[in-house]
């Protein structure tokens, strides 16, 4: 069957022949429609991920839609290795497919999970965020950004704060929910005054996709505005994998400090949120914007960056 093979660590994948996979009992083989590439998906292909496994030849991608062998169109998520999304044919555990509303297209299936997931699991899982309380998303014009400011709405949030450095990704963010945007392009001093303000006014949960300088500001902010018990929940490091952080900030403050990702949450409950957030997608209105592009292609557009564009493989299975 045709795949996108990773050969070695940083690698570009390249579109080949590997074996077609077998269902063994527990498993269902998938005809693969569209897989999503994203962040995590190169990360993992270039070994440079926390849960990436170091074998090589595989497959990319680690999750996606398609058709069991009775029809069914599901969501699959993490195929069994070395098999993975990107490819004509997958396996995956039974328990890792969740069936695919009829309103919702394959496109945007595949694409909508992987960047929703990362609020949507933060928020329902990690923080348990309540209804009526006002959250801040530090990193908010991207695609997971922009949807963690929706998910947020969705979910209850009295007040959506949402930061970032491209302006005008920035401003379109009050259409999608943002009652409060904060540009990450301010000086530290005036950037640290706008994050006291709006801790003065009280944060109950922040959701962190850059770390770096402006994590470390905000969790400075709040813990010298101590207004109200704070759920840090840290998703992704755009700006870097490390963080000053004094000791003071967390024994001076009712700050909770975690993260959210593979491993912070049991798969069986990751996958229930998945569900959660496949079947509310059409009825909250979740935007995302998707490029299609032919399996083939994988080589060509591997390196693509666009921060505000989901690309989804397809296979001509759709």
């Excluded at 998945?274 to 080589?299: D, M, W």
């Amino acid at each position: 069957m045709k795949a996108a093979i990773v050969y070695g660590a940083k690698q570009t994948p390249l579109y080949g022949d590997f074996e077609e996979p077998v269902a063994q009992t527990g498993e269902t083989l998938i005809t693969v429609s569209a897989a999503a590439l994203s962040h995590l998906v190169k990360s993992r292909a270039s070994g440079t991920h926390y849960s990436s496994s170091g074998s090589f030849p595989f497959i990319t991608g680690i999750d996606g839609v398609g058709r069991k062998e009775n029809g069914e169109r599901v969501y699959f998520a993490l195929p069994k290795a070395p098999f993975g999304s990107m490819a004509e044919k997958t396996v995956v555990a039974s328990v890792q497919c969740l069936a695919v509303p009829d309103d919702l297209d394959d496109i945007t299936a595949a694409a909508i999970v992987n960047p929703g997931m990362s609020s949507w699991m933060a928020y329902r899982e990690r923080a348990k965020l309540i209804a009526g309380e006002t959250v801040l998303i530090n990193g908010a014009t991207g695609i997971a950004g922009r949807l963690a400011v929706q998910i947020a709405k969705h979910l209850g949030a009295k007040k959506v704060i949402a930061t970032g450095r491209n302006p005008q990704a920035l401003q379109s963010l009050s259409a999608l929910g943002a009652d409060v945007t904060i540009s990450l392009l301010q000086d530290e001093e005036a950037l640290a005054a706008s994050f006291k303000a709006q801790f003065a006014d009280g944060v109950n949960v922040v959701l962190d996709y850059l770390w770096g300088q402006s994590a470390e500001l905000l969790l400075d902010a709040a813990a010298k505005a101590n207004a109200v018990p704070l759920r840090f929940v840290q998703v992704g490091a755009v700006s870097g994998g490390q963080i000053s952080l004094p000791a003071a900030v967390l024994r001076s403050s009712a700050i909770e400090l975690m993260g959210s990702g593979i491993g912070s949450v049991p798969r069986n409950r990751m996958i229930q949120t998945i569900g959660e957030l496949l079947q509310a997608a059409r009825p909250a209105g979740l935007k995302i914007a998707t490029a299609p592009v032919a399996l083939s292609k994988v080589q060509e557009i591997w390196d693509t960056d666009d921060s505000t564009v989901r690309t989804v493989l397809t296979t001509g299975a759709l």
